[in-house]
């Protein structure tokens, strides 16, 4: 069951008087499509060009994940 992330969201009106309304929707998380084990830390934010995903790792490897699937280059 994915996780849910909550938002809060605040309308402002004013009419003389100013009146706040709050409001929270909340919105499940995207599923884990697949998982990769690189055998050290991210140091790195990952990169994607489309096809591929680069990661750099805490050892300064840079790992290069398929997409799709998660299969390494």
């Not at 992330?5 to 998380?29: H, I, M, S, V, Y």
């Not at 096809?51 to 699937?69: D, F, M, P, Q, R």
Request: no cysteine.
């Amino acid at each position: 069951m994915p996780a849910e992330t909550t938002t809060d969201a605040e309308t402002q009106t004013e009419t003389g008087t100013e009146t706040t309304t709050r409001a929270q929707t909340t919105q499940p998380d995207p599923p884990v499509v697949w998982q990769q084990t690189l055998g050290s830390a991210i140091a790195t934010p990952p990169t994607s060009t489309g096809e591929h995903l680069y990661v750099g790792t805490k050892y300064g490897s840079i790992a290069s994940l398929n997409t799709t699937n998660g299969s390494q280059q």
